[in-house]
């Protein structure tokens, strides 16, 4: 496919997009395919050592637009490793700098309330759901999903780690992570931006403070529930020497052993509903990189006017002539050819500041434009997945405090029935 052809190129020469309704209306990836991550597979590297061991993620990809042309084959299936889509990501974050780019789902466990690690099948299967989701995501962008090293993520085998880090990204990453790694103290720093950044902290803390919350009384509720497979016990035990209590007493311990097995599937469902929260936790931290992408242009710019303003004072310094302590010393001045040449030279060096000046003020605008759709995008889109997950999450605990009402009424109707 010529590049003349490319939907990419097509897509990169559209007008520029001024509102969210303008961002939706966009078409995208995910309009023409279907993405899933249909399983998981452990590996190893060549030895039985557990650490040698590693997880790659079977992508699935289907077309179910005909006379869609961007994808090599109608259906492709591709291993990656979660080291892969690390690359992916960190290559739309350097490139789309002005996007609040999906996150990843987390490397290792945070705010995990019993003892597991990256190796439990139930860690990689959340991780499986939270990759394809990431995937979607990006599919789902209008500026992301047609980006090459996208599309080549989905469906080429051989060669694309080696063709991702030929884009030349890594350099773009590691000289963003410079700037970004030194403390910005702008003049006057941006009231929008401020306020985008600040909430990012704020929403970012408060996520934190919620989950680790819910990690402890999951743990404690657990294990509350799990205690009742005691009563269970007991009863069972207990009825062995009752003749008239007997079915009674062995039916209220079947009820405890219900309440104490309840739990595995609520707290299975509670953790895939933290992961929707997680991912609005690492969301925060990428619209605050948005925000420091922002700053790092915004002193660029900065610098642009002071290093003119002393250009200028070098240039009035030099017309005047001389005004070194060993002039005003001793009361020499320069020849006025030389003078001449000085200030011309200036000249040059200030037309070349005041171009300078009009770049980093154009890709401030750019940046801010296409920057406040994004923000706006992403308000959006975390209003409706948030409410819908704490919703979620409530008529969770709803249904599982119901169930557990339903075992103990059965309980006590056990109890009451006995002769």
Known sequence: MTEENSPIRKLQSTKEIKSVDEFQSQDTLIKHVDITIVESEKRANGTLHMRDHYTVYLIDVKVTDPDFRLVQTKISSIWRRYTEFEQIHDYLQVTYSHVVIPPLPE????YGWRKCDTTDPEFIERRRAGLENF????????????????????????????????????????????SLSVSIRLKKPDPEIESVKNYGKQLESNLGNF?????????????????????????????????????????????????????????????????QLKEYLFYAAAL???????????RALENAND???????????????????????FGTTEPDIVRDQS????????????LAIERAREDLEEFAKKASVEIEYFQ??????????????IALQVKAAKKNLQAWTQIKECLQNMP
């Open 107 to 110: 490397k290792r466990i945070l």
């Open 135 to 178: 995937l979607l995501r990006v599919a789902s962008h209008p500026r992301l999903c047609f980006d090459d090293q996208f599309v080549s993520f989905l469906q080429q085998e051989h060669g694309w780690r080696e063709t991702i880090t030929d884009s030349g990204y890594l350099l773009q990453a590691e000289n963003k992570l410079k």
């Open 211 to 275: 989950l680790y919350t819910r990690s402890k009384i999951i743990e404690k509720n657990y294990a509350l529930c799990k205690l009742h497979a005691n009563y269970g016990k007991l009863f069972s035990e207990w009825s062995v020497i009752e003749k008239e209590l007997g079915d009674g007493l062995q039916k209220a311990g079947h009820y405890f052993d219900s309440i104490a097995d309840s739990i595995d599937s609520i707290a299975e469902d509670e953790e895939q509903l933290a992961d």
């Open 288 to 298: 605050q990189h948005l925000c420091a992408n922002h700053e790092t242009l915004q």
């Open 307 to 329: 290093a003119l303003s002393n250009r200028i004072a070098e240039r009035n310094r030099a017309a005047a002539g001389k005004s070194g302590i060993m002039s005003r010393l």
């Open 343 to 354: 200030t011309r030279a200036l000249d040059t060096k200030i037309l070349a500041d005041r």
């Open 380 to 393: 959006k889109q975390k209003d409706k997945d948030l409410h819908e997950s704490l919703v979620s999450l």
